[in-house]
């Protein structure tokens, strides 16, 4: 179920809530956080609200989406409310700002009131976002803030904002789409023989804020050299390969759908290692809302990787 409520307020928001939750039962019961997503009045809008739909199936929430519309408008707040089928396991929010409701701490004003009581909040905002997320007036009002350097208009910069401006309580998806690679890479470590790395390389597209952030990572958990290069191919990040005293663990993706894991002495295997969905990434970090130590270390690690220009071709 939809309602329109145009040209409102969030106190006319509050009241249709509680009278939805009086005619309809209480669905605001077993709501878990809110979940606040900052983003624009567009055609990805309703791309973020599926997300978000989606990974309240695992995590039941109220859904407050900050869609902001024309900025040289009148200042109007259009908004909207979903329930039932039209809102997976969540209640959904929306409130289209114009004008002078764009403003960044106008959008926290009208959040606000509309908070569940005593559970977390999470912000995420699916594209462009504020450099220093902690102190963006929104941010302020949650406990753990994500962002999404990939869908920026310039992934680098972005990364490089996450890297300078970090604070606990910060993620990005471009870490969490990494959780498989991670986990294969130490799987694979884990197994005899128990030897040190000694180098590393990683390699993937010439932009691609993932690869960054695994060579980071590598370079902050192992104590070793890691060399960032670019690939022959546009499809993210497509080699890790850790040099030992017995031989080289090589984990590649050449078609951004299936890897190939080889070591000294075990057979080679193909291992499932598709791009994740942002719904899959952002059901993930809403598991947790405590700080991500290890991402914090992965984003002060990249200072330490070295650059190769030499593309590495990565075989099919």
């Not at 878990?32 to 039941?60: F, K, Q, Y």
């Not at 942002?278 to 598991?287: F, I, K, N, T, Y």
């Amino acid at each position: 179920m939809i309602i329109d409520l145009p040209s409102s307020n969030t106190s006319a928001v509050n009241r249709k809530l509680v009278e939805l939750r009086e005619s309809g039962g209480v669905f605001a019961l077993g709501r878990v956080l809110t979940l606040v997503v900052v983003t624009e009045d567009g055609p990805d809008l309703e791309r973020s609200i599926d997300a978000a739909n989606a990974a309240s199936r695992e995590h039941p929430c109220r859904v407050i989406v900050l869609a902001r519309g024309q900025r040289k408008a009148s200042p109007r707040l259009d908004a909207q409310i979903r329930v039932g089928g039209d809102a997976g396991a969540a209640e959904v929010i929306v409130l289209r700002g114009y004008g002078a409701l764009t403003a960044d701490e106008a959008g926290a004003g009208m959040v606000m009131p509309l908070l569940l009581p005593d559970t977390p909040v999470v912000a995420w905002w699916p594209g462009e976002a504020p450099s220093t997320p902690s102190q963006d007036a929104v941010g302020k009002l949650a406990q753990r803030r994500i962002t999404d350097a990939l869908a920026s208009r310039n992934p680098g910069k972005a990364l490089d904002a996450r890297r300078r401006d970090y604070a606990p309580g910060d993620t990005d998806l471009t870490w969490t789409r990494l959780t498989h690679w991670r986990a294969q890479l130490a799987a694979a470590l884990d197994v005899p023989p128990h030897e040190a790395v000694t180098a590393a390389q990683v390699a993937g597209e010439t932009v691609s804020p993932s690869t960054e952030l695994i060579a980071g990572w590598l370079a902050a958990a192992l104590g070793v050299k890691v060399k960032r290069s670019p690939t022959d191919k546009e499809a993210g990040l497509s080699l890790v390969r850790l040099t030992r005293a017995s031989g080289t663990v090589e984990l590649s993706r050449p078609d951004g759908k299936t890897a190939r894991l080889t070591q000294p002495g075990q057979p080679e295997r193909l291992i499932a290692l598709a791009r994740r969905e942002v719904s899959d990434c952002l059901a993930e970090e809403l598991r947790r809302l405590d700080p991500d130590e290890v991402y914090a270390e992965a984003l002060a690690g990249v200072s330490q990787v070295s650059r190769g220009r030499t593309p590495v071709r990565v075989q099919a």
